[in-house]
């Protein structure tokens, strides 16, 4: 036989819980956000992030991690809170978008390397050619500009758009 109580009454303090998962959002969306802006591919960081927590706080509600349904759901409604507040604040202040979503890094402009950008992101030369070569490109001096997206995605943009790359003519690839 079920106990009702058991299921639905909180067995955990709810400030505890919202303090929690309120502590657990905001860290691992600043350690997603600095540390890993590269690998988190073309789902955002705060995507990412939710579905992540989501996932293991319901499976705790799930699993009986909470003795009561109620403790799970409320985790879910402060993480959900959390990802809605500050994607509504980046929505609504420019200053604090800049914060929450990156910009965009320009890793070459005009066929030149920014070396400062390359070391930030901690993106080696090797690494940069493999992606302009991904992007039909065989010489850095044909690259406008390079970008790491906020995604984690690089964007290249070529000097004469349109034109073959395979016909440059120039000398200087880089293989």
């Known amino acids: 036989m079920a106990d009702w109580s058991e299921l639905f009454v909180p067995d955990t303090?709810?400030?505890?819980?919202?303090?929690?998962?309120?502590v657990m959002y905001l860290a691992l969306f600043t350690l997603l956000r600095v540390i890993l802006k590269r690998e988190s591919?073309?789902?955002?960081?705060?995507?990412?992030?939710v579905i992540v927590l989501l996932a293991d706080a319901a499976q705790n509600g799930l699993s009986g991690g909470y003795?009561?349904?109620?403790d799970g759901v409320l985790l879910v409604a402060v993480i959900i809170g959390w990802s809605y507040?500050?994607?509504?604040?980046?929505?609504?202040?420019?200053a604090a978008a800049r914060l929450i979503r990156p910009g965009s890094l320009v890793l070459v402009r005009d066929g030149r390397i920014l070396r400062a950008n390359m070391r930030r992101e901690l993106i080696t030369d090797e690494e940069l050619y493999t992606l302009?070569?991904?992007?039909g490109v065989t010489d850095l001096a044909e690259v406008r500009e390079m970008r790491m997206e906020p995604d984690g995605q690089f964007s290249v943009t070529t000097r004469i758009p349109g034109r073959s790359r395979d016909d440059s003519g120039a000398s200087g690839g880089f293989g």
């Open 67 to 70: 003795n009561s349904i109620t």
């Open 13 to 22: 303090p709810l400030l505890e819980i919202v303090v929690r998962g309120s």
């Open 132 to 135: 302009l070569r991904k992007q």
């Open 41 to 49: 591919g073309t789902t955002g960081v705060t995507d990412l992030l």
């Open 85 to 94: 507040l500050l994607n509504a604040v980046a929505y609504r202040w420019p």
